[in-house]
């Protein structure tokens, strides 16, 4: 199993005191599959991405990634495994303006001593990049800036892909162009793709869908 979480709880310290955001998640994911996660603003995805992705900790439970539970290693093991096996979409692209769009495509695939120049053609390619490669991210569309940011989280060919509302910033139209490139690629990779998402119409395009609710899995 690529993905298995277990029990997982988080707890966030608030000036009103503790809130318990997460109260024992269950969830797993394997190669090849897609997960879309829903629930009402507030009810934890993205803090359930976080932890997956390994950017925070749980105050209980495991997450194993391809057999290792990071939520048991330190700081310096946990961003190994985070460079090597997960790529993590976000809404804001976080493109870096000074660099061309060929160098945002390969800049996390470089860091993680991955980089592929032909998959990153054919990248460029299957996202419709080519003729934007020598531009910076400020020349580009919204829906350009975020298939260049997929492009980068794919290249280092990551087996796990967190996206969180990836298309939410794009028009619907837009949308779906993107998350159709997203999806093609995630399964020709044969990687697993957790998304949160809020709408109901894309999350209908993922294969299983984790509803959260009062902390739970509803
Ligand atoms: N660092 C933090 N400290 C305290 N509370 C936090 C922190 N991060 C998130 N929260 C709270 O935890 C709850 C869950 O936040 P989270 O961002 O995970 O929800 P979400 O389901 O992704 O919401 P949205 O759909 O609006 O993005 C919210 O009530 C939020 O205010």
């Known amino acids: 199993m690529l993905l298995e979480a277990t029990n997982i709880h988080k707890t966030y310290q608030t000036a009103d005191g503790p809130f318990e955001v997460l109260r024992g998640i269950d969830l797993t994911l394997d190669r090849g599959q897609t997960l879309a996660l829903t629930g009402e603003s507030g009810s934890g995805k993205s803090t359930l991405l976080h932890l997956i992705g390994g950017l925070d900790v749980p105050d209980q439970g495991k997450i194993m990634i391809d057999g290792q539970d990071i939520a ?18 976000f809404q804001q692209f976080n493109l870096i303006p000074s660099l061309r769009v060929a160098d945002n495509i390969s800049f996390q695939a470089r860091l993680a001593d991955q980089h592929d120049p032909a998959w990153v053609t054919t990248l460029a390619d299957r996202m419709g990049l080519t003729a934007q490669m020598r531009k910076y991210p400020e020349q580009l569309s919204g829906g350009q800036q975020q298939r260049v940011a997929i492009a980068r989280t794919l290249a280092p060919k990551p087996k796990l892909v967190l996206a969180d509302e990836p298309t939410g910033n794009l028009d619907e139209a ?45």
């Open 72 to 89: 048991a290693m330190d700081d310096t093991a946990r961003a190994r495994v985070r460079r090597g096996a997960v790529g993590v979409v």
């Open 174 to 218: 837009t949308a779906e162009t993107v998350l159709d490139l997203m999806l093609e690629l995630v399964t020709e990779t044969r990687a697993g793709l957790l998304m949160v998402t809020h709408s109901d119409r894309l999350a209908a395009r993922m294969e299983s869908r984790l509803h959260l609710a009062a902390g739970r899995v509803a």
